[in-house]
């Protein structure tokens, strides 16, 4: 009897659907893995390193005590009954516990919440908001997720509705954003980075993408920004951002503000800003421009990439718009709760005057400075490889050079059917 799934029956849509980052090249270096494992020595080393993805704490970075001390006594309230559990955690990690305890009902970290996300939690969510950007923000427009990458699934489902609605995306950019359009049946239309200014976003580009697109007959619903750019490294200027809400407001466009790299910048001349910051201090108000606001525990000083947990901020929507995105999260019940309690915590750390503020400030300082000197030293070494050049490390947690390959090497990716750097990235015995 044949068999009643095969490759050739499946969704199209899935089969399309490839994301590098746990890719061929991925899969090729865990056989490698597998077989140091079996064969020890067989290999000219004798470990692999995983770079390919932001994950801080594999490569040993520790996580930030305060965070981890409050997740652990949210997850087993009973030490806060316990003597000795005052000398073994600071105070104020025990008062933030019980304050988190308070929110959650039955005090249960096991149990389902709100399929938005636990409303004390959201609301310390929303205050780290408001104190970052000096604009008022609301608890009610806070997704809590698993993680940025639910957020995007989510906007990708609720704007593209057939293979002629389209989103911009940079280029070069994060494969999560090709894969879920190609998942959704939606169809990507790219803008492209200029190397030669720092990865600078155009606006004459955008502009000239978006009707290159509209003449073709796709419906741009969207734009995606991420700042600071994965898998690019630079900042956004402030007047970059206010072009791009420009942009934004006059062609009827969606902004999705990928800003989980926000604490990743180590650049003097450069800071942060979100885009709600720009859209607020430009006058728009709640109706005046649709923008999803990204955050996850992933990335920052924190790396907390196993916890999964994040939020999308979502202004600008109607009442009825917004009952549609409820829905969507309504149907994955919730979010796990140690990640939005993770989340409530990295958008409302210690602050001055508390106990663990000095401990905490030496540890998030300590692991941004090391971040910011392997970013220097890898830009350092690929602008000084024959036949690579590298702009500047000026955020985020990746660097995309320029390699120049010989003629033949080209050739020999063509034969393979591959892209000449994945061909050049396999190893070959």
Known sequence: MAAS???????????????????????????????????????????????????????????????????ALCDHPCLLEKEETKSLFSADAISRAKQILATIPGRATGAYSHSQGIKGLRDAIAAGIMSRDGFPANADDIFITDGASPGVHMMMQLLIRNEKDGILCPI?????????????????????????????????????????????????????????????????????????????KNEGLVLLADEVYQENIYVDNKKFNSFKKIVRSMGYGEDDLPLVSLQSVSKGYYGECGKRGGYMEITGFSAPVREQIYKIASVNLCSNITGQILASLVMNPPKVGDESYASYKAEKDGILESLARRAKALEDAFNKLEGFSCNKAEGAMYLFPQILLPQKAI???????????????????
């Open 5 to 71: 799934v095969t490759v050739e029956n499946l969704n199209p849509k899935v089969l399309k659907c490839e994301y590098a980052v746990r890719g061929e090249i991925v899969i090729h270096a865990q056989r490698l893995q597998q077989q140091l494992q079996t064969q020890p020595g067989s290999l000219p080393f004798d470990e692999i390193l995983y770079c390919n993805i932001g994950n801080p704490q594999s490569l040993g970075q520790q996580p930030v005590t305060f965070f981890r001390e409050v997740l």
């Open 411 to 429: 050739e020999a990716a063509k034969a393979a059917k591959k892209a000449p750097d994945a061909f050049l990235a396999e190893y070959r015995d």
């Open 172 to 248: 070069p950019q994060y494969p999560l954003y090709s894969a879920s359009i190609a998942l959704h049946g939606g169809a990507l239309v790219p803008y492209y980075l200029n190397e030669k200014t720092g990865w600078g976003l155009e606006i004459s580009d955008l502009k000239m993408q978006l009707e290159n697109a509209r003449s073709k007959g796709i419906d741009v619903r969207a734009l995606v920004v991420i700042n600071p750019g994965n898998p690019t490294g630079q900042v956004l200027a402030e007047d970059n951002q206010y072009d791009i809400v420009k942009f934004c």
